[in-house]
């Protein structure tokens, strides 16, 4: 069983535990982050080094208007035909970088999106895709690999700025506050590099639900 | 709780809202899909090159999802995330 300490991801137990409430919490706005286990493929089955993650990061739907949203390091782009063909977004408005590698639509108006990249800090649309404005009171850098959106509060969400930490907003991007350091590594503590963010629609019993991270170290767990 | 334990990157993670207990981890090792929040995994098959590095998912319907590799191809799943066809 691992040892947990405060503001690190610590441990080696299962979602199923930590759901189950053991060893799971958060104080003073510092989470306590756990590494979930997850089966991996016996050396006889991995196809060795995969390819290199170079363009496609990040990808939404819109469900009213059937539109697939693909953030690249090259740009924006959509669909409508559920990905078989795509078109370049012509994006307009404040945006201080074309790297799109996080994309986050509100569920209850897709109109509203958020996209996230490097040198992108964060940025918001409220037109559907087309205008872009700046979110991003309150972050500490402009690299912003990863955002989640929270399914039941479509106003909060985290973002995870490199070198920096973890970020919320609880008010739709206007004002961003620190939460923590994010997943390190067991024992070592090192840090790790964040690929996503994922909210959790289970509820942690402490009035939030839970967030998820991708890493470079396997994936993570904490109380949202 | 089964399961080896993992220090493999994770590209990719996905739950939808109203099935919670069902999770998606894209791994350079391929697709891992959980029906019990973590319990236990399988891998599911998709024949694609290249790693899945994000998922799409309708907010109304748990079983209709998209998922893309890093080199653009798309994938398309109209069963929560068990099988998935590639989009021509």
């Known amino acids: ?224 | 709780m089964g399961g080896l334990p993992t220090e493999r990157t994770v590209y990719a993670i996905h739950s939808h809202p109203k099935a919670p207990q069902r999770l998606l981890a894209a791994l350079q090792e391929g697709l891992y899909r959980s029906e019990d929040a973590g319990k236990t995994w399988q891998k599911v098959e998709i024949r694609v090159a290249g790693s899945l590095v994000a998922f799409a998912h309708h907010p109304e319907d748990p079983t209709l999802l998209f998922a893309t590799t890093g080199e653009g191809t798309i994938l398309k799943s109209t069963d929560g995330g068990a099988h998935w066809s590639q989009q021509p």
Request: hydrophobic share 40%; aromatic share 8%.
């Open chain 1, 1 to 224: 069983m691992p040892q947990c300490r405060r503001g690190v991801w610590v441990g080696a137990i299962g979602l199923v535990l930590i759901l189950a409430g053991v060893g799971w919490w958060a104080v003073g706005g510092a989470a306590l982050w756990h590494q979930a286990r997850i089966p991996t493929a016996t050396a006889g089955e991995m196809p060795g080094i995969g390819a290199p993650m170079e363009h496609v990061h990040a990808l939404v739907l819109d469900h009213v208007r059937n539109i697939l949203w693909r953030g690249t390091h090259q740009g924006l782009s959509r669909s409508q035909d559920e990905g078989k063909t795509w078109s370049k977004v012509e994006v307009t408005g404040e945006v201080p970088s074309t790297d799109f590698m996080a994309l986050a639509i509100d569920p209850t108006n897709p109109q509203i999106l958020y996209a996230a990249g490097h040198g992108l800090w964060v940025v918001k649309s409220t037109d559907g895709g087309t205008t872009w404005t700046p979110k991003k009171q309150g972050l500490d850098g402009d690299d912003v690999h990863a955002l989640a959106m929270d399914p039941n509060d479509p106003q909060k969400l985290h973002a995870w700025v490199v070198d920096k930490g973890l970020y919320r907003t609880t008010n739709g991007g206007d004002v961003w506050a620190r939460v923590d350091d994010g997943p390190k590594v067991p024992v070592t503590l090192a840090p790790t590099d964040v690929k996503g963010l994922l909210s959790v629609n289970i509820s942690t019993g402490m009035g939030g639900i839970y967030l998820a991270a991708a890493t470079t170290n396997g994936f993570f767990f904490s109380a949202d």
